[in-house]
């Protein structure tokens, strides 16, 4: 077997790391963020709690140092009494993983207001839940067996925060979700241009096990049964078949955090007796000519089908998942598990493949890569922020989980994660939130927008923060507002635009003072004129 790829990466993708060490005074700050409750004295399960809000759970292994520390120091029985760190225990405890703990402590991680995530996860998962449309599989009795009531969502950022609802912890079959790390495994070891070589790049138009190839006789991509199997005839041809299968399972592995991966013998044992589909592929790649020579056809079959029969949980799918948004480093391990190219390549063809036939048009309305497979699973991408696991077993006629679509949609409504969102951003006109801002930072930020704007008389950037939804008469900490502000730089058509808008023409800041005050004494008549008549104030004579 060759030696897996490990070892830590250092590199800009590692978030981990990323965390300027505080110092030992600031550390002492930290300590009161945690410790609000209880000024100087800290109990480990508000510790723990704290972090889990952040989405930082108890067997994340970047916290393992200060778990195992505070269960050395948790009093044995019979002994009473809540443990209580000082500052210095605290900052003993947590001296190994204090960027992590730092990090969540200040809402500096990948999505800093993690309870509101986890709200519209509890939202989306109660509504879809009541959905029972579609129907599982029924190609083999495995399948057909499954409770098809089950349904799970996990999420993993690329900070690794976590959070699963639902038949989380319940085992499904990788299926076509396989057919992701297949191909990443695939151009890890031959690069991009020899894979192309006997796969192709285009969506096939077709379903995802028609017996159909590109002109050049090859597979249309490798998201589809062809290009998959053919994934399986380029992955470690020197070694034996359990090696190979332990290779790829390795990959899951490390992907999804270090937990092993399962293996579902009687679906792998039922699939290959039904196969029939899948060797009329084998034999007309073989015909055509699309395998490397010295493919052994039977064997690549089997590897296929025991690809497919990995089982995992939703929680490692979306940890695999965020090892895929983190261009390849795994959020919890930092382990480095494919390039950034190769994961850049396989969100690619997830993009416009990865849906079967629903593909485009899962591109038009959620444009995210994803990957889904027969047993109801739904990988779900948003690169550079987070990975989304999806496990219903009630499929569509396209073959996709009913609510894993929906879960997709509702999480699309809520939040700017369409790749094109970045084009409409969020606010009034499109109902969506911004999930990598802190809580309040949108308010904040448009606050100051809007005083800036004004103070250049930026109508411009005045209408796009009103199109976001900040309110035009938001007013600073010293009540200076918009309208103030035009008024003192005596820029005209801004205060009309404002007027027009309907904000209050007579705000006063914290000194007492209105627009009409800024406008006289800045000696903007004609300002002063329009405001004064506007607030019906009587004029003050000339001097
Ligand atoms: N094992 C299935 C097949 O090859 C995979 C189907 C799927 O999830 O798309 O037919």
Request: hydrophobic residues 40%; proline residues 6%.
């Amino acid at each position: 077997m060759p030696a897996a790829k490990s070892g830590k990466r250092t590199a800009t993708r590692s978030r981990a790391h990323g965390a300027a060490d505080r110092g030992g005074e600031s550390h002492a700050d930290v300590f009161a963020c945690f410790a609000q409750d209880s000024p100087g004295r800290l109990s480990p399960d508000r510790l723990l709690k704290v972090l889990n809000e952040a989405g930082i759970l108890r067997d994340d292994p970047r916290i393992a140092e200060t778990i195992a520390h505070l269960d050395r120091g948790r009093p044995a029985p019979p002994a009473t009494g809540p443990l209580l760190l000082t500052a210095e225990e605290f900052t003993a405890a947590t001296r190994h993983n204090r960027g992590i703990i730092e990090r969540a402590a200040c809402g500096e991680l990948a999505v800093p207001d993690f309870p509101a995530l986890v709200a519209d996860l509890q939202r989306i998962h109660e509504e879809v839940r009541a959905d029972r449309s579609g129907a599982v599989a029924s190609y083999i009795p495995q399948l057909a067996r499954v409770d098809p009531e089950q349904f799970a969502i996990s999420v993993c950022t690329v900070d690794g925060q976590r959070f699963s609802i639902g038949d989380a912890d319940v085992n499904f079959c990788l299926q076509s979700v396989s057919k992701t790390v297949g191909y990443c495994l695939t151009l890890e070891e031959h690069g991009p241009d020899t894979v192309h070589r006997h796969v192709g790049r285009e969506p096939s138009g077709q379903g995802f096990n028609e017996l159909t190839f590109n002109k050049a006789g090859l597979p249309h991509n490798p998201m589809i049964n062809a290009g998959a199997i053919m994934s399986c005839a380029l992955i470690q041809r020197g070694l034996d078949a359990a090696d190979r299968f332990d290779f790829v399972a390795e990959t899951w592995k490390r992907l999804a955090g270090g937990r092993s991966v399962g293996f579902n013998n009687s679906v792998y044992l039922s699939e290959r007796n039904t196969a029939d589909r899948n060797f009329a592929l084998g034999y007309s790649m073989r015909e055509r000519g699309a395998f490397p020579p010295g493919t052994d056809l039977l064997a690549t079959l089997e590897f296929y089908i025991q690809c497919c029969s990995i089982e995992v949980d939703t929680r490692q799918m979306a940890v695999a998942a965020a090892s895929l948004a983190n261009a390849g480093v795994c959020p919890l391990t930092e382990d480095p598990v494919f390039s950034a190219q190769t994961v850049r390549h396989c969100l690619s063809l997830m993009s416009s493949c990865g849906m079967y036939d629903f593909s485009g048009e899962f591109a038009f309305t959620i444009g995210l890569p994803a990957k889904s497979g027969v047993s109801g699973a739904l990988m779900l991408v948003v690169p550079q922020l987070m990975g989304i696991a999806i496990w219903s077993p009630r499929l569509d006629g396209h073959g996709n989980s009913v609510r894993g679509i929906e879960v997709c949609r509702r999480l699309v409504d809520c939040y700017n994660v369409h790749t094109y969102d970045l084009l409409t951003g969020t606010g009034a006109e499109t109902g969506k939130r911004d999930p990598r801002l802190k809580r309040h930072q949108s308010a904040t930020e448009g606050i100051v927008g809007l005083c800036f704007a004004a103070s250049r008389g930026d109508v411009n950037e005045i209408r796009r923060l009103a199109a976001c939804n900040i309110p035009l008469d938001a007013a600073d900490y010293d009540g200076r507002t918009a309208l103030h502000l035009a008024a003192a730089e005596g820029h005209r058509s801004l205060v009309e635009y404002l007027l027009a808008k309907g904000v209050d023409p007579r705000p006063v800041d914290r000194w007492g003072g209105t627009p009409l005050d800024d406008a006289n004494r800045s000696g903007h008549r004609d300002l002063a004129r329009l405001l004064a008549e506007v607030t019906g104030t009587p004029r003050r004579p000339a001097p």
